[in-house]
């Protein structure tokens, strides 16, 4: 693991190739969850900032290409940053950590990793992880 980047006070760690494949247990990607927040946080201020920008511009204005262009450098950017961590990206502020049998499933601004959706299932299907805790006591728990 090394650090990679700092993100506000934030630091960003590669656990290993951004190509590998990470599987995570709920614990592991609790501990994580701090660095996954801030983030995402931190895009979500300054993405808020560009829209409240565009919002009192008109649609005519060419202002708002370079908006735009700044917008996805820092979309591309939070899906780089939670990508090096070993999670994946699922959306905009939505985050998914593999456990090998589905994933653990994260949305900004919630604040703790609550649910599991099974592999193939949409974000919106997600289970709360306590019930599923409960019921089959999964080898991720």
């Known amino acids: 693991m090394k650090i990679i980047e700092q993100s506000g ?9 951004p190509t590998d494949s990470k599987l995570f247990v709920l614990v592991e990607a609790s501990e994580l969850l701090p660095v996954v927040r801030k983030i995402t946080e931190n895009a979500f201020e300054r993405l ?3 829209n409240e920008r565009l919002e009192l511009m008109l649609l005519c204005d060419p202002r708002r290409t ?14 780089a940053n939670i990508t090096r961590l070993g999670a994946i990206p699922n959306g905009l502020w939505r985050v998914d950590f593999d456990t090998g049998e ?25 289970m709360p992880v306590k019930s599923l805790i409960e019921e089959i006591a999964p080898i991720w728990a």
């Open 48 to 50: 808020t900032k560009l």
């Open 102 to 126: 589905g994933y653990l499933s994260w949305r900004f601004p919630e604040l703790k990793i609550g649910y599991f959706r099974d592999y193939g299932s949409e974000f919106d299907d997600r």
């Open 9 to 17: 006070s934030a630091d960003i760690v590669q656990i290993g190739s």
């Open 66 to 79: 370079v908006i735009a262009d700044e917008y996805e450098k820092i979309v591309r950017q939070w899906i």
